[in-house]
């Protein structure tokens, strides 16, 4: 038996568009966001897909993205299942900077190692590491199994806490996730086995 792990990051949010570290911070989808949330519905429902159970962190502009999946996917009575184990990773002190304002103040070098190394945590904030240890462990417990018996599940999420998954279920290096840029708004269909292995990996 197969089951499908469908994974989404949210659309563009309001801090992705004014080049913000946003991590646990709260904001709502863009109007390209919204948009690009619409068209992932479309494709997902133009493939036939339903799902069992729907998983997203606690952060609005995830939970808006699931929302308006659903919507465009006339989907009304599914489990939505929110969970801060699925938030971005914490970006600490960085939180609610520019971007290229921190790479004027610490240099290019630094925050490249902040925002991409696997274990060195920004500032009061969580590495990669530390998000997939949080991260990790939730869906062992509470997504894997479902799948792996069979069911159909979406997860919309984050960059980073995807990253973590994705690393998991593909089975990458630190240096391979390191270098997989997750898009805004384009969901990516897995197909799992019994155990829970990778059986395929299909881009929508
Ligand atoms: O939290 C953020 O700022 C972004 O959503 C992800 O940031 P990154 O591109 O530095 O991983």
Redesign the pocket.
């Known amino acids: 038996m197969t089951g499908t792990l469908i994974l989404v990051r949210h659309g563009e949010s309001e ?2 568009l004014k080049n ?4 646990w911070r709260n904001p709502d989808l863009t109007e390209k966001g919204i948009g690009e949330a619409r068209a992932a519905g479309q494709a997902l429902k133009a493939k036939g897909f339903s799902f069992d159970t729907t998983f997203t962190s606690a952060l609005k502009r995830a939970q808006h993205t699931l929302d308006l999946i659903l919507e465009e996917m006339g989907i009304e009575n599914v489990t939505i299942v929110r969970n801060q184990a699925l938030n ?2 914490d ?1 600490g002190d960085l939180s609610g900077l520019n971007k290229d304002d921190a790479r004027k103040k610490w240099g290019e070098e630094q925050v490249l190692i902040w ?1 991409r190394s696997y274990d060195v945590p920004p500032p009061g904030g969580e590495s990669l590491k530390d998000t997939a240890e949080r991260t990790l462990p939730y869906y062992k417990a509470q997504i894997e199994p479902r799948v792996a018996a069979g069911e159909t599940i979406l997860v919309a999420a ?3 806490s995807l990253r973590a998954l994705v690393m998991a279920i593909e089975g990458l290096t630190p240096e391979e996730i390191l270098k997989r840029e997750i898009a805004t708004g384009e969901p990516t269909v897995y197909e799992l086995k019994s155990d829970g292995s990778l059986k395929e990996r299909i881009k929508l």
């Open positions: 801090w992705n913000l570290f946003t991590g971005e990773r970006y925002r984050h960059g980073n």
